[in-house]
């Protein structure tokens, strides 16, 4: 029998797992079903394709907003156009047409369809949401009931954010901007909008509405009917701890307040990082 030094099955474990956990990666940004497949004609920004005169709705990701100039402004936010045009050329180069996979709630709030996008690569069907986000072109979200691939969506933003390529580029280069993180010391008017907002949680509570998570100037809330999501003893850990919230942010009485819907919203909580 052949000697086989004892190193060798730990390399042979090691790597194991480092394949078994690409492939959790790989399982989770592939289509469950597919509803259909249809030609897409254009991206009116970084999160919202043109498909058959319907507005469709990215699920899992947030893109810079485009300036609206209308009676009651949309304030823009940086690399907006380069967002919308990141996606167009996406959609190009894979002849833009995509596959439609549903999830729990198929409209968004503004009564929008709301999907995930695949495109095609040779053999492979690939995550066109885990494609803008790997390219640092948005930030990844969560929207239950619409659950379906947040670990890859995360996952992505991830690698581009290591990266330090498109928003996280911006970030790094002109932090003055407080785009995409925004800190909660040194917030203005401009911070309102989706944001990750970064600060120390000052206090913790719990109402009959709200936990309540506190930093200096900023307020992050998370509703009742979302409390079936969390462990309010982790929340509760929280407290003097520096956190990233994502959110919209908006403001109200001269401070910031963010809705939190997911764990995966706060960096702490969320399943990857922990």
């Known amino acids: 029998m052949k000697w086989i030094p004892t190193a060798y099955p730990k ?30 004609s254009f991206a009116l920004s970084g999160d919202i394709v043109n498909i058959q005169n319907q507005k469709y709705r990215l699920i899992g990701v947030e893109a810079p907003q485009i300036e609206i100039k209308t009676k009651f402004n949309t304030q823009g936010q940086p690399l907006a156009k380069a967002s919308q045009k990141n996606l167009n050329r996406l959609l ?19 009564n929008r369809p709301y999907a995930h996008l695949f495109v095609k690569q040779g053999e492979q069907v690939v995550n066109l949401q885990k494609l803008v986000l790997e390219s640092g072109y948005a930030l990844a979200k969560s929207t239950p009931p619409n659950n379906l691939h947040q670990k890859c969506y995360y996952q992505a933003e991830a690698k581009a954010r290591k990266n ?16 995409p993180i925004a800190e909660s010391s040194k917030l203005d008017s401009k911070t309102v909008g989706y944001h990750i907002y970064r600060g120390k949680i000052i206090k913790v509570m719990k109402t009959g509405n709200n936990y309540i998570l506190n930093m200096d100037t900023t307020g992050i809330r998370i509703r009742k009917e979302d409390w079936d999501k969390f462990d309010y003893n982790a929340i509760k850990a929280l407290e003097g701890k520096v956190i990233e919230a994502r959110g919209f942010g908006f403001l109200y009485q001269r401070a910031m307040y963010v809705k939190v819907h997911s764990p995966f919203a706060i960096d702490l909580l969320n399943p990857l990082h922990r």
Request: charged share 15%.
């Open 164 to 179: 330090q390529i498109g928003i996280w580029s911006l970030q790094q280069d002109n932090p003055q901007l407080n785009y």
């Open 11 to 40: 390399l042979f474990l090691g790597l194991l797992l480092t394949t078994c956990a690409s492939t959790a990666q790989a399982d989770d940004c592939a289509p469950q079903k597919i509803d259909v497949w249809v030609k897409a």
């Open 92 to 110: 190009a180069n894979h002849n833009t047409e995509v596959g439609v996979e549903y999830d729990a709630a198929r409209l968004d709030n503004f």
